[in-house]
């Protein structure tokens, strides 16, 4: 990647940042991500630090985010990559909606992992999981930050 933010980027730039980066990045985490957190909850389910629901919260997560990734990818970013920024404001205002929703979820995943803190006796496979759920966390804030924060204050302000 450029050494150029990627708030700087021209808009064609960005859309393709955020699907090389984010939506290419999520599809990738979340499978692997529910893997560990079915084998963890499987093995330490009754270890009072476990996060019990945790593997059907990411499978809701990855399912509400596909939805979403694919809105953006065959409607709102060819929208806007015709130029079309005004008009995009109905889709916009989805995506925000649903950008909330997966502040929401995230909430619930911190909650759920004492905030991504495993406890001390976990095992390497817990460690594992709760390292890819940090990394996934920040992505997913910073991907709905760029969005909501740079590529849609632009469409709408063109």
Known sequence: MNAIAPDSLPQAQLIEHLLQRYHARHREQLPELIRLASRVEQVHGHHLACPNGLADLLRDIEQELEGHMLKEEQVL??????????????????????HEQHNQALEQLLALTNRIQPPNDACNTWRALYQGLEVFHGDLLEHIHLENDVLFVRALTA
């Open 77 to 98: 970013f060819p929208m806007l990559q015709m130029g079309m920024g005004p008009q995009a404001a109905p889709p916009i205002q989805v995506m925000r909606f649903e």
